[in-house]
């Protein structure tokens, strides 16, 4: 790869990050049970082998999803993405990819920044041995952001519903069980915390 300039190495990072984001849904999608094991196919990304799922409709929400996370990551006010499982009110987990900070990004620290984001997709692989187990039945799945002004600057503005930061952080809080820290990634230019916890 040929040494990229300030702004072009800052849109290579963000399309790394957004790589890491669209493999750990679609990750904890076939984990959690989410969907049938035959819409799932075994590919490879980050040098890992992968679970993508196939469903036409799926992979195409989370594509748009995806898209519209980079807008906000790009205007730096992407402060945290939650993944939210349950199939009944009594059930519901939670996976929180919680980005501190994401600076700008130097050529030469490109291979650093795969190699965290690889070291915390193989910390999701494992994640039935921190959360219950769970079969395959109906089980609804949503995506939640954390986002500062995020909908000013957003190409994709109308894929979000608003909701009031304070109220809504109340009530996360309010029912949060035990908190289970999978992963912290530190370097020069990144902050990143992967935490779950099983919804009360």
Same mark, same amino acid.
């Given at each position: 790869? =040929? $040494?990229?300039?300030?702004?072009? *190495?800052?849109?290579?990072?963000?399309?790394?990050?957004?790589? !890491?984001?669209? #493999?750990?849904?679609?990750?904890?999608?076939?984990?959690?049970?989410?969907?049938?094991?035959?819409?799932? @196919?075994?590919?490879?990304?980050?040098?890992? &082998?992968?679970?993508? *799922?196939?469903?036409?409709?799926? !992979?195409?929400?989370?594509?748009?999803?995806?898209?519209?996370?980079?807008? %906000?990551? @790009?205007?730096?006010?992407?402060?945290?993405?939650?993944?939210?499982?349950?199939?009944?009110?009594?059930? +519901?987990?939670?996976?929180? #990819? @919680?980005?501190?900070?994401?600076?700008?990004?130097?050529?030469?620290?490109?291979?650093?920044?795969?190699?965290?984001?690889? $070291?915390?997709?193989?910390?999701?692989? #494992? %994640?039935?041995?921190?959360? &219950?187990?769970?079969? =395959?039945?109906?089980?609804? +799945?949503?995506?939640?952001?954390?986002?500062?002004?995020?909908?000013?600057?957003?190409?994709?503005?109308?894929? +979000?519903?608003?909701?009031?930061?304070?109220?809504?952080?109340?009530?996360?809080?309010?029912?949060?069980?035990?908190? %289970?820290?999978?992963?912290?990634?530190?370097?020069?230019?990144?902050?990143?915390?992967?935490?779950?916890?099983?919804? %009360?």
């Amino acid at each position: 790869m =040929a $040494n990229c300039t300030d702004k072009s *190495c800052d849109k290579l990072a963000r399309d790394i990050f957004c790589d !890491f984001l669209t #493999i750990a849904i679609h990750g904890l999608l076939h984990s959690r049970q989410v969907y049938p094991a035959g819409v799932f @196919k075994l590919r490879r990304k980050f040098n890992l &082998p992968v679970h993508v *799922c196939y469903h036409p409709e799926v !992979f195409s929400y989370i594509t748009q999803l995806v898209d519209s996370v980079a807008d %906000i990551l @790009k205007n730096r006010k992407l402060h945290a993405v939650h993944f939210i499982t349950g199939a009944t009110e009594s059930d +519901w987990e939670r996976v929180t #990819i @919680k980005l501190h900070a994401f600076g700008s990004v130097t050529h030469s620290q490109l291979p650093d920044l795969e190699d965290s984001l690889k $070291n915390c997709l193989l910390k999701l692989s #494992i %994640i039935e041995t921190y959360l &219950p187990s769970r079969t =395959a039945g109906d089980v609804t +799945w949503r995506v939640e952001i954390d986002a500062e002004d995020a909908e000013m600057n957003c190409n994709h503005a109308s894929d +979000w519903m608003r909701t009031d930061q304070t109220n809504q952080s109340e009530k996360r809080a309010s029912n949060v069980g035990k908190l %289970i820290p999978l992963k912290t990634s530190v370097t020069e230019y990144m902050k990143l915390e992967i935490v779950a916890a099983k919804l %009360i």
